[in-house]
């Protein structure tokens, strides 16, 4: 069963020239630092030059099954959303993980409980030392 991250920005102005700039740095910054070549990370739709109504940003990344890799890359896509939206003022964020809407916290961004709990990602981690996935 896969996991997505879902997220989206709607307003009735459209991008400037500035926030274009800046969605197209945090982009290119999050994509050179995402700590996995062989997995989906922050991916954005492209909408055309007019975009889709008041619709300015649209994109979905697809969690890795490896519960070792999920809590890295959950927090990685979450911070390279909170700093897009920091990116473009004034728009209408919807970012949620399949049903569960992610929730917005003006200091914090988007975050999960846990999500930055090491702890948590080293239980995660041992699931995939289990025996018999060794003997393979």
Request: hydrophobic share 35%; aromatic share 8%.
């Amino acid at each position: 069963m896969s996991v997505s991250i879902y997220y989206s920005a709607r307003r009735a102005a459209p991008l400037t020239e500035a926030e274009s700039a800046a969605v197209e740095r945090v982009v290119t910054t999050r994509a050179k630092s995402f700590p996995y070549d062989d997995e989906e990370s922050l991916y954005l739709y492209d909408l055309g030059d007019q975009g889709r109504g008041d619709e300015l940003l649209d994109g979905s990344t697809k969690l890795p099954t490896d519960p070792d890799r999920w809590l890295p890359v959950t927090a990685h896509v979450l911070d390279s959303v909170t700093e897009l939206r920091r990116a473009v003022e004034g728009a209408e964020w919807h970012v949620h993980m399949d049903d569960l809407d992610v929730p917005w916290d003006e200091t914090e961004g988007y975050a999960l409980p846990g999500m930055r709990d090491e702890a948590l990602a080293a239980e995660l981690g041992s699931l995939c030392d289990t025996p018999g996935e060794q003997d393979g």
